[in-house]
């Protein structure tokens, strides 16, 4: 099926360029830019954005392609740069890229307000939407984008439809496949007639993507931290230019730790906790009197300690690879984290120089409070490759919002590479020398099971004789008094310790266990009455046979 649809993509796609080299570009080739036809023969995923927005209709796509090529042209959307928009409207705020929404699609701020119908600059306001599309278009490639109509403390002046409308356009015909949605923030009841015109624009296809929302709902759609405060948001960030807004990347944590110490000494604080989460509500003195019992933690050889550490690190090697002039980066598009649960703290970006001369390289973050990256400004050999380890930082939580950016740029072959040298390459490498790659973060999905699955050799039982079970369930039983009864239960089921018998011990437990955890050991019991006969049985048995473990 895959296989199919695969294949079907293809064709759609090879047709359309083959019917509008044919029908569009021949004896009309003065009404594009040669540059966006050029870019039509290579780019499947530009292709495939026209033919997703008309429902791969061949005929449509084209009629769409013509008229959006045209628009580039007539705008010179290749060619706009920073100094192709005037300063003031650079200065003033009304339009710009920060942030992202809880789906983790980039957020596109339309402040209203700032916004004066003038005909005089309505052409120049054009170029600055195109400008801060396009620029994010090519970074990104086909990620879509939210659109936030801040109209917050707007006036009359402020209305323009025909802004509005070339807004609408450009996410229609021009960035098809881009918008994610467009909220619309505190609507005044004036232009409530105005929207309704809005929703005509955007078509049956996609006036569900238009969102009306208050300071009271708008967190359905952005949480606090990218919201400003007068949506009720903490996000401190304050517009300014220049320079131009970068897309909210700065330094992580840690900027440059030695990696292999502080990996080695992360590797075994995670190795130990492994056998020691459970008992840490228990005092000290309780501990070493269960470790002895139960033989807990067992010396572990160095042989052992190595294939731990392997195996800790095996899971972060990434599989896909963005191939870039400079570097290959691996994962491509997204950094898999594990959640709470699933112990995965870590995972590894894997830089590989394709070049002949040193490549330097720097990671930023849209969250540097929260991860610390080691290294994250450096440099990589030609054909070497560099492990990046990125780890949350004080517990702080993985979020899809929070996104990564990967800049390298050649460097001479006399140029030093010590932290001196590289600071100074940066501040002088010209930007268009610069490479860029972003990565979006994924929190992967705990399979845990809800109950205890116990570590092979864990408690040391390969022989779960009745002392075992005894002394371990006495074990259980006691740091669950302070921690989790269910979990007592389970821990006891899977030990394979009958826990109605148990629940007759719990006189005997040194430390009362609370009501809770007699309940569930009680509930527990009902469940296996009919091996109740033959287990009572058999310790009656045992009890006669050896009475030393009373």
């Known amino acids: 099926?895959?296989?199919?649809?695969?294949?079907?993509?293809?064709?759609?796609?090879?047709?359309?360029?083959?019917?509008?080299?044919?029908?569009?570009?021949?004896?009309?080739?003065?009404?594009?830019?040669?540059?966006?036809?050029?870019?039509?023969?290579?780019?499947?995923?530009?292709?495939?954005?026209?033919?997703?927005?008309?429902?791969?209709?061949?005929?449509?796509?084209?009629k769409m392609l013509d008229e959006s090529f045209q628009w580039r042209k007539?705008?010179?959307?290749?060619?706009l740069t920073e100094s192709?928009?005037?300063?003031?409207?650079?200065?003033i705020g009304g339009i710009y890229l920060h942030g992202y929404d809880k789906e983790g699609n980039k957020l596109f701020w339309i402040r209203v307000k700032y916004h004066v119908k003038d005909h005089k600059t309505m052409l120049d306001k054009k170029k600055l939407i195109a400008f801060w599309l396009e620029r994010y278009a090519r970074r990104e490639n086909g990620k879509p984008v939210t659109v936030m109509f801040d109209l917050s403390e707007t006036g009359i002046n402020s209305i323009d439809m025909e802004f509005v409308r070339f807004i609408i356009n450009c996410f229609k015909v021009y960035y098809p496949k881009y918008l994610s949605k467009m909220v619309i923030f505190d609507m005044p009841w004036i232009m409530n007639a105005a929207f309704k015109i809005v929703k005509t624009w955007l078509g049956p296809e996609a006036v569900s993507l238009l969102?009306?929302?208050?300071?009271?709902?708008?967190?359905?759609?952005?949480?606090?931290?990218?919201?400003?405060?007068?949506?009720?948001?903490?996000?401190?960030?304050?517009?300014?230019y220049p320079p131009l807004v970068d897309d909210d990347f700065q330094t992580p944590l840690c900027e440059n730790g030695p990696i292999a110490s502080e990996d080695e000494a992360s590797s075994k604080e995670d190795i130990e906790s492994d056998g020691?989460?459970?008992?840490?509500?228990?005092?000290?003195?309780?501990?070493?009197?269960?470790?002895k019992k139960i033989n807990l933690t067992e010396p572990t050889s160095k042989a052992e300690e190595h294939e731990k550490d392997s195996k800790m690190k095996a899971?972060?090697?990434?599989?896909?690879?963005?191939?870039?002039?400079?570097?290959?980066i691996s994962p491509a598009e997204e950094l898999y984290f594990g959640n709470t649960e699933s112990g995965e703290k870590k995972t590894l970006i894997v830089l590989t120089n394709v070049t002949k001369n040193i490549v330097a390289f720097k990671v930023r973050t849209t969250a540097p409070e929260k991860y610390r990256v080691k290294p994250s400004n450096?440099?990589?050999?030609?054909?070497?490759s560099v492990d990046i380890v990125v780890s949350p930082h004080g517990g702080l939580t993985v979020s899809a919002q929070d996104r990564f950016l990967i800049m390298a740029a050649e460097m001479e072959q006399s140029s030093g590479t010590g932290p001196a040298e590289l600071t100074q390459f940066w501040k002088e490498v010209p930007r268009n020398k610069v490479m860029e790659h972003r990565l979006r973060c994924h929190i992967v999905e705990s399979s845990k099971p809800t109950t205890l699955t116990l570590k092979d050799n864990a408690f040391n039982i390969s022989?779960?004789?009745?002392?075992?079970?005894?002394?371990?369930?006495?074990?259980?039983?006691q740091w669950s008094s302070r921690s989790s009864p269910d979990l007592a239960v389970d821990l006891l089921s899977q030990l394979g310790a009958p826990s109605w018998n148990l629940t007759l011990e719990l006189l005997r437990v040194p430390t009362k266990p609370n009501t809770h955890t007699a309940s569930c050991l009680t509930r527990t019991s009902r469940k296996q009455d009919d091996e109740k006969s033959y287990l009572a049985a058999r310790h009656m048995e045992g009890k006669n046979k050896n009475n030393s473990w009373k």
């Open 378 to 384: 450096s440099s990589c050999d030609p054909g070497a």
């Open 211 to 240: 969102k009306f929302a208050s300071k009271s709902d708008i967190q359905d759609y952005v949480s606090v931290e990218y919201l400003p405060p007068h949506m009720g948001g903490t996000d401190p960030f304050k517009y300014s």
């Open 276 to 291: 020691k989460e459970i008992l840490e509500a228990i005092s000290n003195e309780e501990q070493t009197a269960l470790l």
């Open 74 to 79: 007539e705008m010179t959307v290749n060619d």
């Open 1 to 62: 099926m895959a296989e199919h649809h695969a294949q079907n993509k293809a064709r759609l796609i090879s047709e359309t360029r083959r019917r509008f080299e044919a029908e569009y570009v021949t004896d009309k080739s003065d009404k594009y830019d040669p540059r966006d036809v050029e870019r039509l023969q290579q780019d499947d995923n530009w292709i495939e954005s026209y033919l997703y927005w008309r429902h791969n209709v061949i005929d449509e796509t084209l």
């Open 84 to 91: 192709s928009i005037p300063r003031w409207l650079l200065e």
């Open 315 to 328: 899971f972060k090697k990434p599989l896909s690879v963005f191939k870039g002039p400079l570097l290959h």
């Open 463 to 477: 022989d779960k004789t009745s002392a075992d079970i005894y002394l371990q369930g006495l074990a259980a039983l």
